[in-house]
Structures are given as C-alpha cells and as structure tokens.
C-alpha cells in the first residue's frame, strides 16, 4: 500500500499507518513529518522522501527503510527492530535507543548514541558508514556504536567522544584517537576477538548499502573505546 504523504499534516499520517497495522507500507514523498513508527511493533515501512524528527521514537519491532536523509532524534528510545537510512542523520541519532539496530550510510550530527542502555537480552547496535559530530556515545551505558569514516580523511568523530560513558562499547575504524578524549575513557587497538563482535554488523551494513567490500573493513584496524573501571565517572557525582 502506498501513501501519498506531500501536505499531509503528521498527526493524520501516523493514525493511517497505526489504521493499517501489518500492512507493507510505502510513504512517497514524505516532507519532514514527525514521529513516523512511534511506538509500533509489527512495521514494514519503506520511507521515500525526508522523515522529520523522532522517527521510530520507541519502535518495538520489525523494520523501516528510508530512501533518503533522516532529521534528529531518529530511533530515541527505541526498543527493537531494524532502522535503515540510505543517507545521513540528524543530532541524537539513537539517543536512550535501549535494543534494535540503526544502520546510517553516511554521517551523523552531535551527540548520537548518547544514553544507548542495555538490559539482558536487549541490546542496542548503531553502525555509522561516515562521520559524526561531538559527543558520540555521551553517557552510553550499553551496546555497541561502529563508526566506519567511509570517505572520510582523519578521524571520523568529532571532539568530547564517550563524555560520561559507563557502560558499551565504541568502535572507531582507523588508528587515531578522537581529539580531546575524555581521561575516563579507556582505549585500545581492537583485537581479533574484539572484532568478532564487529563482523556481523559489518557484514549486514554492506549487505544493506552494497558501498563498501566487508572483508575490507574486516581486515582494517580498529580503535576500541569502553569505560576505565579504574577510574569511573561516578565519582564526578558522588561524595566519598
């Protein structure tokens, strides 16, 4: 079923595809309207066009694709299934995302990944195939974030990366430390067996955009960034 959305106000948007619960649904020429796949379980949503801000805020489930740029707030709280932007992303890309998987061919804005959390078998996973602005992965406490910095000369994160990260994992292609590094961050050169937890997101972001050789990027060194339990951030807000 295809959606015409040009003028469509996207309140009226959002209960058409809430009225056709596990139907395919094609948007065509979406233009900025917010909160597309609020809170739904069960979708199967390809996008055409621009979707505003805080798309699959809360998503539970299933899948949306978009055929072009993605504004902030996409996947905020999200709690499961698969987002694909063939494109870029606004700020807070994935913010409090706590399960699911966010694939974005290009680059993101500030601040994605901020407050990513984990709970047993929920697990969140961000792949970003280019750069991203400041304060990646602000206060993450779970999960995994893979910047690829496809195309992109020196670092592909911006300054202040993983500020306040107590939890999670953050995957950086290449050999250079972000600029100004928190001194609570800890870091090293991934190993082979850090990299096990990278193949299979690999495999399925080439597999999505078919831009870049997985093997390739397999074989790439990695800069792997998570909490320095010697010296945790909790003690910047707790008395002793």
Do not use: W
């Not at 739904?40 to 801000?53: A, E, H, Q, R, V």
């Amino acid at each position: 079923m295809n959606i015409n959305c040009r003028g469509l106000h996207f309140q009226k948007l959002n209960d058409t595809i809430r009225g056709n619960h596990g139907v395919p649904l094609t948007l065509d020429n979406c233009e900025g309207q917010r909160y597309i796949g609020a809170g739904l379980s069960g979708l199967d949503l390809t996008i055409n066009g621009t979707p505003g801000n805080a798309l699959a805020c809360y998503m539970n489930g299933e899948r949306i694709t978009v055929n072009g740029n993605a504004q902030d707030a996409t996947g905020d709280t999200m709690s499961g299934g698969t987002l694909i932007i063939h494109g870029s992303s606004g700020d807070a890309t994935g913010y409090g995302m706590r399960g699911g998987k966010i694939f974005v061919r290009d680059g993101v804005g500030y601040r994605a990944g901020i407050h990513m959390k984990q709970y047993q078998e929920m697990f969140p996973k961000l792949v970003i195939g280019g750069k991203t602005g400041n304060f990646l992965g602000e206060y993450m406490a779970g999960g995994i974030l893979v910047v690829l910095g496809l195309g992109i000369e020196g670092v592909p994160v911006g300054r202040f990366c993983a500020t306040g990260i107590h939890g999670g994992k953050i995957f950086i292609r290449g050999t250079e430390l972000p600029p100004e590094l928190p001194v609570q961050v800890a870091h090293r050169t991934a190993t082979a067996e850090d990299k096990k937890e990278l193949e299979p997101l690999i495999r399925e972001y080439c597999e999505t955009f078919k831009n870049a050789d997985a093997a390739k990027l397999l074989a790439d060194e990695y800069i792997l960034l998570y909490p320095d339990s010697s010296n945790p951030y909790k003690q910047l807000y707790v008395n002793n």
